[in-house]
């Protein structure tokens, strides 16, 4: 893994220097080696910034094809590549390294944009095509790996992360209208936080000219239409043709010039990778597991256990609260969003210790829940909406079983509290997801604590219109079974704009570790989006599927284990922990009351209640918390401004 920087003028003449000091804001994502390079007519330029992991000696990017005339960076890795490394020599390419970046290079001589459709693995990248006189860009089909860019005066601006951008001269502000939406559902696949920055979506390129900008897509789940009629096929075959799909992925991510660890957890996801890489590792493979002092988030016993069954070694790597506070700014300004769990946090903390053990590749178990209905919301839009045959009062014992067996994931993973109006989404799907409605309660909390202006100007719009805004629901949606048009959604949104940043890469590439997604191979997930849905939820058992298709290479425990999900202890539990402190003096401080978009008066008045809450509710309340310290976090980092701290300094009148 890498990252990239890239930058294309329509008019003036690109500086050699801000491509320089772009890249080298990335040095975290490449330690190992920093390269440039600009066109002979100064409209163009690419930079790299390295992390070795595949052909350690000859790998350097930008790399250029055999007539100097297309040129490429990469961040990310593909698989199965030596195939086609085969192939493009057979049809007369003169590769110059050995890496697996440079066959996306010579794919497009020979394909055009079509080339995407050849690529295995999470990726962005960015091409310079002389004779066509076009910039690819480009991003994996699940938003993987990062990929964002802006407009300046022309000038279009591309990079791994949004800091490079800023470090390029792109003026860094909050999008007031981004800001407000992202209380209430999981993040818009293009738009992001801040005034002018966009993301490429997933599994969408993007063509630039002189003239134009095209943004298609290429790659879609496509889940299967619900067909009655359909013969129903055996749980056995399900399950052989998920665990051959499913071993193969994992199996193709050991590939590395570069020892490979497993991020392990007590959760069936981790455990199934672990299980499966072991079989094919030629020595016990080292599992890195997160250990936590309190019992109900600790899931240290069950990853030991796991690690003995599959014969790795294990490696505990313990936090703390004060751990958490410790680094909870530096995650966050790695990240460049909000988080509402410190769980991204402990990940950062996590990938730290893993490149402190020498290590830069391991294999994560994220995405599963994605595609297989791992989380609790999903079992309960099962029960609400494919009630067909069931008992009423039976489905009714089922939902209250499910909230008390699911405290920790209370206003997180399941609704709290009052909900929004949410009409606007069953008028469109004829249903409203679960996790919808989970965050809707977590907005009307917030709203409590937004600045008169910012609810008056913002208040009436329903966020929940980007989702559908953004999704086409006649072709994805309409005909699928509800819980797939929920897993849709999710996908989407919360795991491109979320899992995959604050538990994923960012977390990651913090530390120059390279985390490689096996539930995330392409293959794999075609094959899960065309089987049916009571193969990912059965009755209660969430990931149905995974549990038969992995039983023989995991514990009884873990087989037997509900859904947990991945978090930290909340952080205003305890009041003498150093982490409730970090959060009472950061939203009391300066930084919160700079922040123009909520009252500080209304966020310390739910800071003194605190004390008085049970458990419960202050679990439900500490996202509100961890994302308002998220904000305060971004706003020192990178020195945010915002339309409203504009007409307040021109104006000299008071913020609310």
Same mark, same amino acid.
């Given at each position: 893994?890498?990252?990239?920087?890239?930058?294309?003028?329509?008019?003036?003449?690109?500086?050699?220097?801000?491509?320089?000091?772009?890249?080298?804001?990335?040095?975290?994502?490449?330690?190992?080696?920093?390269?440039?390079?600009?066109?002979?007519?100064?409209?163009?330029?690419?930079?790299?910034?390295?992390?070795?992991?595949?052909?350690?000696?000859?790998?350097?990017?930008?790399?250029?094809?055999?007539?100097?005339?297309?040129?490429?960076?990469?961040?990310?890795?593909?698989?199965?590549?030596?195939?086609?490394?085969?192939?493009?020599?057979?049809?007369? %390419?003169?590769?110059?390294?050995?890496?697996?970046?440079?066959?996306?290079?010579?794919?497009?001589?020979?394909?055009?944009?079509?080339?995407?459709?050849?690529?295995?693995?999470?990726?962005?990248?960015?091409?310079?095509?002389?004779?066509?006189?076009?910039?690819?860009?480009?991003?994996?089909?699940?938003?993987?790996?990062?990929?964002?860019?802006?407009?300046?005066?022309?000038?279009?601006?591309?990079?791994?992360?949004?800091?490079?951008?800023?470090?390029?001269?792109?003026?860094?502000?909050?999008?007031?209208?981004?800001?407000?939406?992202?209380?209430?559902?999981?993040?818009?696949?293009?738009?992001?936080?801040?005034?002018?920055?966009?993301?490429?979506?997933?599994?969408?390129?993007?063509?630039?000219?002189?003239?134009?900008?095209?943004?298609?897509?290429?790659?879609?789940?496509?889940?299967?239409?619900?067909?009655?009629?359909?013969?129903?096929?055996?749980?056995?075959?399900?399950?052989?043709?998920?665990?051959?799909?499913?071993?193969?992925?994992?199996?193709?991510?050991?590939?590395?010039?570069?020892?490979?660890?497993?991020?392990?957890?007590?959760?069936?996801?981790?455990?199934?990778?672990?299980?499966?890489?072991?079989?094919?590792?030629?020595?016990?493979?080292?599992?890195?597991?997160?250990?936590?002092?309190?019992?109900?988030?600790?899931?240290?016993?069950?990853?030991?256990?796991?690690?003995?069954?599959?014969?790795?070694?294990?490696?505990?790597?313990?936090?703390?609260?004060?751990?958490?506070?410790?680094?909870?700014?530096?995650?966050?300004?790695?990240?460049?969003?909000?988080?509402?769990?410190?769980?991204?946090?402990?990940?950062?903390?996590?990938?730290?210790?893993?490149?402190?053990?020498?290590?830069?590749?391991?294999?994560?178990?994220?995405?599963?829940?994605?595609?297989?209905?791992?989380?609790?919301?999903?079992?309960?839009?099962?029960?609400?909406?494919?009630?067909?045959?069931?008992?009423?009062?039976?489905?009714?014992?089922?939902?209250?079983?499910?909230?008390?067996?699911?405290?920790?994931?209370?206003?997180?993973?399941?609704?709290?509290?009052?909900?929004?109006?949410?009409?606007?989404?069953?008028?469109?799907?004829?249903?409203?997801?679960?996790?919808?409605?989970?965050?809707?309660?977590?907005?009307?909390?917030?709203?409590?604590?937004?600045?008169?202006?910012?609810?008056?100007?913002?208040?009436?719009?329903?966020?929940?219109?980007?989702?559908?805004?953004?999704?086409?629901?006649?072709?994805?949606?309409?005909?699928?079974?509800?819980?797939?048009?929920?897993?849709?959604?999710?996908?989407?949104?919360?795991?491109?704009?979320?899992?995959?940043?604050?538990?994923?890469?960012?977390?990651?590439?913090?530390?120059?570790?390279?985390?490689?997604?096996?539930?995330?191979?392409?293959?794999?997930?075609?094959?899960?989006?065309?089987?049916?849905?009571?193969?990912?939820?059965?009755?209660?058992?969430?990931?149905?599927?995974?549990?038969?298709?992995?039983?023989?290479?995991?514990?009884?425990?873990?087989?037997?284990?509900?859904? %947990?999900?991945?978090?930290?202890?909340?952080?205003?539990?305890?009041?003498?922990?150093?982490?409730?402190?970090?959060?009472?003096?950061?939203?009391?401080?300066?930084?919160?009351?700079?922040?123009?978009?909520?009252?500080?008066?209304?966020?310390?008045?739910?800071?003194?209640?605190?004390?008085?809450?049970?458990?419960?509710?202050?679990?439900?309340?500490?996202?509100?918390?961890?994302?308002?310290?998220?904000?305060?976090?971004?706003?020192?980092?990178?020195?945010?401004?915002?339309?409203?701290?504009?007409?307040?300094?021109?104006?000299?009148?008071?913020?609310?």
């Amino acid at each position: 893994m890498c990252g990239i920087v890239g930058v294309f003028s329509r008019r003036e003449p690109i500086h050699a220097t801000t491509l320089e000091r772009a890249t080298r804001s990335l040095y975290h994502r490449g330690p190992d080696g920093q390269r440039q390079w600009v066109s002979a007519d100064c409209r163009v330029g690419l930079g790299h910034a390295r992390l070795s992991i595949i052909d350690l000696m000859t790998g350097d990017q930008p790399i250029a094809s055999e007539d100097g005339r297309t040129r490429i960076v990469v961040n990310g890795e593909f698989y199965g590549y030596e195939a086609i490394r085969e192939e493009l020599q057979q049809r007369g %390419h003169r590769l110059k390294t050995k890496s697996d970046s440079e066959i996306a290079l010579h794919l497009y001589e020979d394909l055009g944009v079509h080339c995407l459709e050849h690529l295995r693995g999470e990726f962005a990248l960015v091409l310079w095509d002389e004779n066509r006189r076009r910039l690819l860009v480009a991003r994996d089909r699940f938003g993987i790996k990062p990929l964002f860019y802006a407009w300046v005066d022309k000038t279009l601006y591309i990079a791994s992360e949004v800091k490079a951008l800023f470090a390029a001269g792109v003026p860094a502000r909050w999008d007031e209208e981004s800001v407000y939406h992202s209380m209430s559902y999981g993040g818009h696949q293009v738009r992001t936080l801040y005034d002018g920055v966009l993301q490429v979506p997933p599994g969408y390129f993007m063509v630039v000219t002189d003239k134009h900008l095209q943004l298609n897509q290429y790659w879609d789940f496509n889940y299967a239409a619900s067909d009655r009629t359909a013969t129903p096929r055996g749980d056995a075959e399900h399950a052989a043709e998920f665990r051959e799909a499913l071993e193969e992925s994992v199996r193709i991510r050991l590939r590395a010039d570069v020892p490979v660890g497993v991020y392990l957890s007590g959760g069936l996801d981790s455990c199934s990778v672990l299980g499966l890489a072991a079989r094919h590792h030629p020595e016990p493979i080292k599992a890195f597991t997160l250990t936590f002092e309190d019992a109900a988030y600790d899931e240290g016993p069950i990853a030991r256990e796991m690690a003995t069954r599959a014969g790795a070694e294990f490696y505990p790597i313990p936090i703390g609260q004060l751990d958490l506070a410790d680094a909870f700014a530096d995650a966050i300004a790695q990240a460049e969003t909000a988080c509402v769990n410190a769980h991204g946090v402990a990940k950062f903390l996590l990938s730290r210790a893993v490149r402190d053990a020498g290590y830069k590749v391991v294999l994560t178990g994220e995405g599963s829940d994605e595609i297989l209905g791992g989380y609790p919301h999903f079992r309960r839009d099962m029960l609400l909406y494919n009630q067909e045959g069931q008992d009423t009062q039976a489905i009714a014992d089922l939902l209250r079983w499910l909230d008390d067996h699911n405290t920790v994931s209370r206003g997180l993973l399941l609704p709290d509290g009052e909900i929004g109006n949410l009409d606007a989404v069953k008028r469109v799907l004829g249903f409203v997801p679960s996790w919808i409605e989970t965050f809707s309660s977590r907005a009307v909390k917030l709203r409590s604590l937004l600045a008169d202006w910012f609810l008056r100007k913002y208040g009436h719009r329903e966020g929940e219109y980007n989702i559908l805004d953004d999704t086409d629901v006649l072709r994805q949606l309409k005909g699928r079974d509800a819980v797939h048009q929920s897993l849709y959604l999710w996908s989407k949104t919360v795991m491109a704009g979320y899992i995959l940043t604050m538990l994923g890469d960012r977390m990651e590439m913090a530390h120059s570790i390279e985390g490689r997604v096996p539930f995330l191979d392409h293959k794999l997930v075609e094959l899960i989006a065309s089987q049916p849905v009571n193969q990912k939820i059965r009755g209660m058992t969430e990931k149905y599927v995974l549990r038969e298709a992995v039983k023989d290479v995991i514990t009884e425990t873990v087989y037997k284990r509900q859904k %947990h999900p991945f978090l930290s202890p909340p952080a205003t539990l305890n009041p003498d922990d150093t982490f409730q402190t970090f959060v009472q003096d950061m939203l009391r401080g300066e930084t919160m009351r700079a922040i123009p978009f909520f009252s500080q008066k209304a966020v310390i008045a739910l800071l003194d209640k605190l004390p008085a809450m049970d458990v419960g509710a202050r679990t439900a309340f500490d996202q509100i918390l961890m994302y308002l310290v998220s904000l305060c976090v971004l706003q020192q980092r990178f020195g945010l401004s915002s339309e409203r701290v504009s007409a307040v300094h021109e104006s000299a009148v008071p913020a609310d």
